[in-house]
């Protein structure tokens, strides 16, 4: 009877090592073909399960994809990391993983996976070659955007808006490299080709002078002219680096400072100390006047600048941002106003009416939303129009509309700080403290001494 019974469980113990072969045998070739057709007719909970059954790491990023498909981040940035860790992540998948990084918050180390991405050579490379370009442009390292945008353009010499990028940066960085790409890029049909004219035909006028301070300061113009201010600012530096005695350079270096958000009081009173009848130093001057709580000084100087240049929208933004500060609502919306009839196809003037409206809490529906649109019409590639008309919807309380507006600046540019600020406000309302901290703390990294940094501040709290 023993002996039976002995018998009974050997043979029990070989079907069950034949069941055990063949359940792994099945999974194992349910791994294959989940990898061979990228997990198309797997459900996400299968693609994990296999994933951690079968010793076949590809299958976390093959996971990835699909919950990145069903929007599922922290799952999709989960299974990335797994991937990574197991040394089988592709160079696609380390693009994806820093673009779900940068989205919690974590830019520094989203950068360091676009650089691997651009580092193996992916297929898609240039899609995270721009990103680290445009961060490299946020945090003023001009060089290293100027390397990524000439490898971009190399790539695709057929793209109006890369051969623009790289022109502008070389007006500034090296001008003599400049002209050929300029005209290329003033001939094409892209947005930028008016930046390009301005930019080529500010340094034909430079170049009749042959000195290399006034062409900065005057590329820093067309730049300025066109809302680049962050490379204008470059240009002015670089214009008051090479003559120091420069009382213009000095006054538009304050003026771009003072734009950006940053303290231009030094460079601004170097440019009264130096030539103190300058209209131009004076004028930008104002600026600092009204910032500093004082603006009916400011405004004499602004009527005046307006008078010299009526045609000029961007006294009217001026005047009208200077009346509201004295309390002056309904005749400041008048300038705003007046600003966007002077330059109806500039999206500048129509952002400065919806961020006016938003700031007054006025109008929101009825001005500041038909504002933003027409910038968003205007200029549907620039960061800056979906973010104001993403922040109008904030403050109509349309949540989603305004995430997928942020989400679509950041696609534009990884680097614009404000839409890291809008995506914190709006975790922040969605009651997910821990996203929202990650936000603001990547508003300060990003721009420490801005005003997005400042409002990100109070909201950290102490």
Not at 135 to 142: L, T
Not at 211 to 217: E, G, H, M, N, S
Not at 295 to 300: D, M, N, W
Not at 418 to 423: G, H, I, S, V
């Amino acid at each position: 009877m023993s002996r039976r019974r002995a018998l009974l469980f050997v043979f029990l113990i070989f079907l069950l090592g034949d069941f055990v072969w063949w359940q792994a045998g099945a999974q194992n070739r349910a791994a294959r073909r989940a990898l061979a057709q990228r997990g198309e007719g797997y459900s996400l909970s299968e693609l994990t399960t296999l994933a951690q059954t079968v010793p076949a790491p590809a299958l976390w990023e093959v996971a990835a994809w699909r919950a990145e498909e069903r929007e599922q981040f922290s799952i999709a940035r989960a299974c990335l990391l797994r991937a990574r860790a197991e040394g089988m992540l592709s160079s696609q998948g380390y693009g994806l993983l820093g673009d779900l990084t940068a989205e919690t918050g974590n830019l520094e180390t989203a950068v360091s996976f676009w650089e691997q991405a651009v580092e193996q050579d992916a297929p898609q490379a240039d899609i995270w070659r721009r990103k680290l370009a445009q961060v490299a442009e946020s945090r003023g390292d001009w060089e290293a955007a100027l390397e990524h945008y000439r490898i971009l353009s190399q790539h695709a010499p057929a793209d109006a808006e890369l051969l623009c990028k790289v022109a502008t940066l070389l007006s500034v960085l090296h001008p003599a490299e400049a002209p050929a790409y300029l005209e290329l890029a003033a001939a094409s049909s892209s947005p930028c080709a008016a930046l390009a004219a301005s930019l080529r035909d500010a340094l034909v006028q430079g170049s009749l002078q042959d000195d290399p301070a006034y062409i900065a300061v005057l590329t820093g113009r067309a730049l300025g002219a066109h809302g680049e201010w962050a490379l204008a600012a470059e240009a002015f530096r670089r214009a008051v680096e090479r003559n120091p005695d420069y009382a213009e350079g000095w006054a538009f270096w304050g003026q771009a400072l003072e734009t950006l958000g940053l303290d231009g009081s030094r460079a601004l009173e170097t440019a009264l100390r130096l030539d103190p009848a300058s209209l131009t130093a004076a004028s930008l001057n104002a600026l600092y006047w009204r910032n500093r709580g004082q603006p009916e000084k400011a405004l004499v100087y602004f009527y005046r600048a307006a008078r010299s240049e009526p045609e000029n929208p961007l006294w009217e933004m001026e005047i009208g941002a200077t009346l509201a500060q004295m309390g002056n609502i309904s005749n400041a919306l008048e300038h705003y106003r007046k600003a966007t009839s002077l330059a109806s196809n500039d999206p500048a003037p129509w952002r400065a009416l919806a961020e006016f409206c938003l700031q007054y809490g006025l109008e929101i529906k009825e001005t500041a939303l038909p504002a933003a649109r027409q910038s968003v019409l205007l200029a549907p590639q620039e960061a800056a129009s979906p973010e104001i008309l993403g922040r109008v919807y904030l403050r109509l309380g349309d949540l989603t509309s305004a995430r997928r507006l942020a989400r679509r600046a950041l696609a534009l540019d990884s680097g614009y700080t404000p839409a890291y600020l809008d995506l914190g406000l709006i975790a922040s309302l969605q009651g997910d403290d821990a996203l929202a901290r990650r936000m603001y703390q990547t508003v300060i990294s990003l721009a420490p001494d801005s005003p997005w940094a400042a409002q990100a501040r109070r909201l950290l709290g102490p």
